[in-house]
C-alpha cells in the first residue's frame, strides 16, 4: 500500500495574522462541539435541490446574520498530549445577500463531515480538526457552481492558530491560511528521505553534541522505519506535565530520526503511528542518566504497529 508523503496545504496563499498570540486558542465551547452552537441562532431547513445534487432534498443548517456555528471533527487528541493545536476551517459570508455553502472534510481517505448551510450576512462556519491526521476539505457554492479544495497534512498543526478560510474574493472562491507566528521551540515537522537520518536536541540545536566528561550522556529517543512502506511517527517527550519536544516525522523505508535528550529529569517517551493509531511509551527515570549510553528505540513494524525498548551500555561509571 502506498503511503503518502507530507501534504502541504495545496492551493493555499499563505498569509499572516498578527503576531504575538499567546493563548489557547478558542475556547473549549468551539473546539469540542459536534454540532451548532446555539440553537437560537442557527435551524435546519429541507430544500428542493437542483438538477446537479446527489440528492433531490438538501438539509441547510441556517446560521443568523453576524453568527457563528462551530463544529468539531475528530476526537480531540489534540488538546491531550503535545505542543500542537487544531487547525480551523472557516466559511465567511462577507456579502450583503445570503450565502449557500457546503463543506466537506475527508480524514485519511474516509468521509468525517458534511453538511450544507445558508448563511445570512455576516455570518459563519468554522470546523476544528482536533487530531493529528491528514485532511482534504472541499467548499462548494452551489448557486455559483464553484469549488475550492485544500489537504492539509501534519505540517497543518503547529503550536500556533492556522486557520484555513474558504471566502468568495473577487467573485472567486478562494482557500486562504492564515497563521499567528509565535516560535515553537522543540515542535518539528519532518519528511525524512528513504535511508536517511535526523537528529534533533531537547532544548537546543538540531545537531547533537558531544558531552563533557564529568557529564552524564544524553538518553536518545530514536524512531526507526524499517519497513519498505512509509510511515509518519510521532515523538513526544514530556516532562512534569509538559512537552519540550514535540516531532512529527514521515520516514519513508529505511528512514530515521534521533532525538537527543541531555538534561537529567524523569522523562515519559511516546511514539505513535499516525497512520494506524498505535503507539508506545517508556519511561526514563533522573537517576539512570550516567557515563552509559542509553536509547529509547520505537520500531515500526510492516502493519504499522510500534514497538519500544530501551537499551543501554554497561560501563561501570565513576562516582
Given at each position: 500500500m502506498e503511503r503518502r508523503a507530507f501534504l502541504g496545504t495545496a492551493g493555499i496563499a499563505l498569509s499572516t495574522l498578527a503576531a504575538g498570540c499567546a493563548s489557547r486558542a478558542p475556547s473549549a465551547d468551539d473546539s469540542t462541539t459536534r454540532g451548532p452552537t446555539s440553537d437560537e441562532t442557527t435551524r435546519t431547513e429541507t430544500t428542493d435541490g437542483d438538477a446537479n445534487e446527489a440528492s433531490p432534498e438538501t438539509e441547510r443548517t441556517r446560521v443568523a446574520a453576524g453568527e457563528t456555528v462551530s463544529f468539531?471533527?475528530?476526537?480531540g487528541s489534540l488538546a491531550d498530549a503535545g505542543s500542537r493545536r487544531e487547525h480551523l476551517l472557516v466559511v465567511p459570508n462577507r456579502g450583503d445577500g445570503e450565502l449557500v455553502a457546503s463543506l466537506a472534510v475527508e480524514r485519511d481517505?474516509?468521509?468525517?463531515?458534511?453538511?450544507?448551510?445558508?448563511l445570512a450576512p455576516g455570518a459563519a462556519v468554522r470546523v476544528s480538526l482536533t487530531d493529528l491526521a491528514r485532511f482534504d476539505a472541499t467548499c462548494e457554492l452551489p448557486e455559483r457552481n464553484a469549488s475550492e479544495s485544500v489537504a492539509l497534512g501534519p505540517d497543518a498543526f503547529t503550536c500556533n492558530?492556522?486557520?484555513?478560510?474558504?471566502a468568495l474574493r473577487n467573485g472567486d472562491l478562494t482557500a486562504q491560511t492564515a497563521s499567528t507566528l509565535m516560535a515553537c521551540p522543540?515542535?518539528?515537522?519532518?519528511?525524512?528521505?528513504?535511508?536517511d537520518a535526523t537528529t534533533a536536541t531537547?532544548?537546543?540545536?538540531?545537531?547533537?553534541?558531544?558531552?563533557?566528561?564529568?557529564e552524564p550522556a544524553p538518553h536518545a529517543l530514536v524512531a526507526e522505519n524499517p519497513t519498505d512502506e512509509t510511515w509518519t511517527v510521532r515523538l513526544l517527550v514530556e516532562r512534569d506535565g509538559?512537552?519540550?519536544f514535540d516531532g512529527v516525522y514521515a520516514l519513508e523505508p529505511g528512514a530515521s530520526a534521533s532525538v537527543s535528550i541531555p538534561e537529567p529529569a524523569d522523562?515519559?517517551?511516546?511514539?505513535?503511528?499516525v497512520e494506524s493509531g498505535d503507539a508506545a511509551t517508556e519511561?526514563?527515570?533522573?537517576?539512570?542518566?550516567?557515563?552509559?549510553?542509553?536509547?529509547?528505540?520505537?520500531?515500526v513494524g510492516e502493519d504499522g504497529t510500534v514497538d519500544a525498548a530501551t537499551v543501554s551500555t554497561l560501563l561501570a561509571c565513576p562516582e
Open positions: 468539531a471533527v475528530g476526537d481517505g474516509e468521509a468525517s463531515f458534511d453538511r450544507a448551510f445558508a492558530v492556522q486557520r484555513t478560510s474558504f522543540g515542535v518539528v515537522t519532518e519528511h525524512v528521505p528513504a535511508g531537547v532544548g537546543g540545536p538540531t545537531a547533537t553534541t558531544e558531552p563533557e566528561p564529568d509538559q512537552y519540550p522523562y515519559a517517551l511516546s511514539a505513535t503511528v519511561t526514563v527515570a533522573a537517576s539512570s542518566f550516567d557515563c552509559n549510553q542509553r536509547t529509547t528505540a520505537a520500531t
